[in-house]
């Protein structure tokens, strides 16, 4: 069977005007970059309001404010008054698979995770936020944050927005947001409200 060519011009523009409908279907359902903000028990409203108001500024995307969730009681470490910060971000991602952009866990608790410093693993170390790179949510805790708690909470919580946005921890800028604090409060006050070019190249919203 022998096609003409406007059958042939015909069929190519089809083509191409089934693909542009996938590829706006795409974008229309991923939507445009957003974070969404979840108290995980209780947490202050003014706290609230100022993370939303920075992390708007900073990544300058839609913020908003979901309702409170409750902590499951089963992810405390057992004989410690801490939860477990892992146990808590995998909650959020599964709770929130289906929403659009990314999800950062507020709560007052005390949060851990195993991490390794000086060739050491430091079982259930108290730490103020955790995100798992490139994943969907992260959680930030108040509870350490003893001094500066404003813009403390201000660079955690743009620093592992950054982490679930798949930035690692910055190796070639000492005052990039995204260097590791190390577990060290003072590093978090020396850090600038600035991500290096090479951490901003890392970033990806989906």
Not at 38 to 53: C, M
Not at 88 to 97: A, E, S, Y
Not at 149 to 170: A, D, F, N, V
């Given at each position: 069977?022998?096609?003409?060519?406007?059958?042939?011009?015909?069929?190519?523009?089809?083509?191409?005007?089934?693909?542009?409908?996938?590829?706006?279907?795409?974008?229309?359902k991923?939507g445009?970059?957003?974070?969404?903000?979840?108290?995980?028990?209780?947490?202050?409203?003014?706290?609230?309001?100022?993370?939303?108001?920075?992390?708007a500024?900073?990544?300058?995307?839609k913020?908003?404010?979901?309702p409170?969730?409750?902590?499951?009681?089963?992810?405390?470490?057992?004989?410690?008054?801490r939860?477990?910060?892992?146990?808590?971000?995998?909650?959020?991602?599964?709770?929130?698979?289906?929403?659009?952009?990314?999800?950062?866990?507020?709560?007052?608790?005390?949060?851990?995770?195993?991490?390794?410093l000086?060739?050491?693993i430091n079982?259930?170390?108290?730490?103020?936020?955790?995100?798992?790179?490139?994943?969907?949510?992260?959680?930030?805790?108040?509870?350490?944050?003893?001094?500066?708690?404003?813009?403390?909470?201000?660079k955690?919580?743009?620093h592992?927005?950054?982490?679930?946005?798949?930035?690692?921890?910055?190796?070639?800028?000492?005052?990039?947001?995204?260097?590791?604090?190390?577990?060290?409060?003072?590093?978090?006050?020396?850090?600038?409200?600035?991500?290096?070019?090479?951490?901003?190249?890392?970033?990806?919203?989906?």
């Amino acid at each position: 069977m022998k096609y003409s060519e406007k059958m042939i011009k015909a069929a190519i523009a089809l083509l191409l005007v089934s693909a542009a409908s996938i590829g706006f279907a795409r974008l229309e359902k991923q939507g445009p970059p957003e974070i969404s903000i979840v108290a995980v028990g209780d947490f202050p409203s003014s706290d609230l309001a100022l993370v939303k108001e920075k992390l708007a500024k900073f990544y300058k995307c839609k913020v908003s404010i979901l309702p409170k969730i409750e902590l499951p009681k089963s992810y405390k470490i057992k004989g410690m008054q801490r939860y477990s910060a892992i146990d808590i971000v995998r909650h959020l991602n599964r709770k929130f698979d289906g929403r659009n952009g990314k999800v950062i866990g507020l709560t007052q608790e005390d949060i851990c995770t195993d991490r390794k410093l000086n060739g050491k693993i430091n079982k259930n170390w108290g730490v103020i936020g955790l995100s798992l790179l490139g994943t969907k949510s992260c959680v930030v805790s108040n509870k350490r944050i003893r001094t500066n708690r404003q813009e403390k909470l201000e660079k955690t919580t743009i620093h592992e927005i950054g982490h679930s946005l798949g930035i690692p921890h910055c190796e070639s800028n000492s005052k990039c947001l995204m260097a590791d604090a190390k577990g060290k409060g003072s590093k978090i006050d020396s850090v600038l409200l600035w991500v290096c070019d090479d951490c901003k190249k890392k970033i990806k919203w989906q």
